[in-house]
Each structure stands twice: as structure tokens, then as C-alpha cells.
T-cell receptor, first 115, second 114 residues
Framework: SQKIEQNSEALNIQEGKTATLTCNYTNYSPAYLQWYRQDPGRGPVFLLLIRENEKEKRKERLKVTFDTTLKQSLFHITASQPADSATYLCALDMRYGGSQGNLIFGKGTKLSVKP | ETGVTQSPTHLIKTRGQQVTLRCSSQSGHNTVSWYQQALGQGPQFIFQ???????GRGNFPPRFSGLQFPNYSSELNVNALELDDSALYLC?????????????FGPGTRLTVL
């Protein structure tokens, strides 16, 4: 069965630096890969989606890469701020067409940005 | 804030009891998925409803069941509660059941089983 790993449980960085979070998976590549942000006691909030034929996607200070050869996605936050402190979840989107797929989530990486 | 709402916010039950959790999807969304998130873990897919029919199920026993109503709101029912059912239950809606679109999550219901 498909497995997903987010390499770091926790990542501590200084304000202004770039945070890089890693997501690795086994088996076959999904058609899409998504990243979510989750604050304590709240539901996940969608950040970015990248397709298997896209190498990179950007949104403001966020950048996602997707390497289907390495079976890996990297998530970058540039010029990080204390407000970026949260848990970041990687999810494989296993929904193909009308099939009965779903999102498979990693455990998340807890990012702390120190002033 | 997404337009997805869940009730109740918190719930405490004892082993063996039954519970019903409710979710109102975002306007215009016909697909609702339910996830269980244990402490320190990522959300785990329970099942999905599309236009009132179950459209996929994760590795959860039959005592987890659901419903979707004509207005696309949904319920998650759990019978014979076990201690391991203690978790945050998340509902997510999307405008279609196919891949490649955003899932909009509600704030969750925190269930504690004693």
C-alpha cells in the first residue's frame, strides 16, 4: 500500500530564513500532491497543489517541487515569519477521474520560526 | 475560514456508547469526506460521500457509518465506541469527487472516549 513520510517531525528556524520541508512516498506516483497547513485544534487549510507533470509551483512566499523519479516533494517557505509556525501536512491525492480514491496524509512537520 | 461547519465542537463518551457527528459542507459542494486524526498523526481517510452515496472507504470497521443528505450535509456515526476512537474527526467538502481540487476542511469535532 502507498506510504508517505515527512522526514522531520519538527523543524526550528530563525525568522527570515527559508524553511524546507520534505515529503517522500513509496510505490506509484499520484496524479497530484497537496500541501496543507494545520494550526493546533483546527482543521487543515489548503496551501498548494502540484500535478505530476509539473516540476514546480509557487504562491507568494511558498514554493513546492515534485520529483516523480525521486518520489519526493519539497515545500519551501522563503523569508519565514513567526506567523508561519504551524504543522505542515503533505497529502497524496489518489483520486483519479471518478475513482474511489482519497487523500493520504503524512504525519506532518511542526515548523517553529523564532524571532 | 472555510464554509464547512461541524458540530459538536467537543464530545465526551464512554466505551460502548454510540455517537453522531455532523457536518455542513461549503455551498455548492456535493462531495464530503470524513477523516480521523489521532494526536500527533496525519488525518486518516474514513469514507467519502458523493450525491448521497458512499464513494470510497478507508480501512475502518463497519461500526463507522455515514449518511449524506439531499442538501449535501453529512453525518458520521460510530457504534460501540472504543478508547482508540478518541481523536479529532474532520469533515472536508469539495466541489467534485475527482482529483486535483482543494478539500475544504471544517474545524473538527474532538471526541474523547473514557
Amino acid at each position: 500500500s502507498q506510504k508517505i513520510e515527512q522526514n522531520s517531525e519538527a523543524l526550528n528556524i530563525q525568522e527570515g530564513k527559508t524553511a524546507t520541508l520534505t515529503c517522500n512516498y513509496t510505490n506509484y506516483s499520484p496524479a497530484y500532491l497537496q500541501w496543507y497547513r494545520q494550526d493546533p485544534g483546527r482543521g487543515p487549510v489548503f496551501l498548494l497543489l502540484i500535478r505530476e507533470n509539473e516540476k514546480e509551483k509557487r504562491k507568494e512566499r511558498l514554493k513546492v517541487t515534485f520529483d516523480t523519479t525521486l518520489k519526493q516533494s519539497l515545500f519551501h517557505i522563503t523569508a519565514s515569519q513567526p506567523a508561519d509556525s504551524a504543522t505542515y501536512l503533505c497529502a497524496l491525492d489518489m483520486r483519479y477521474g471518478g475513482s474511489q480514491g482519497n487523500l493520504i496524509f503524512g504525519k506532518g512537520t511542526k515548523l517553529s520560526v523564532k524571532p | 475560514e472555510t464554509g464547512v461547519t461541524q458540530s459538536p465542537t467537543h464530545l465526551i463518551k464512554t466505551r460502548g456508547q454510540q455517537v453522531t457527528l455532523r457536518c455542513s459542507s461549503q455551498s455548492g459542494h456535493n462531495t464530503v469526506s470524513w477523516y480521523q486524526q489521532a494526536l500527533g498523526q496525519g488525518p486518516q481517510f474514513i469514507f467519502q460521500y458523493y450525491r448521497e452515496e458512499e464513494n470510497g472507504r478507508g480501512n475502518f470497521p463497519p461500526r463507522f457509518s455515514g449518511l449524506q443528505f439531499p442538501n449535501y450535509s453529512s453525518e458520521l456515526n460510530v457504534n460501540a465506541l472504543e478508547l482508540d476512537d478518541s481523536a479529532l474527526y474532520l469533515c472536508a467538502s469539495s466541489p467534485r469527487r475527482t482529483g486535483g481540487d482543494t478539500q475544504y476542511f471544517g474545524p473538527g469535532t474532538r471526541l474523547t472516549v473514557l
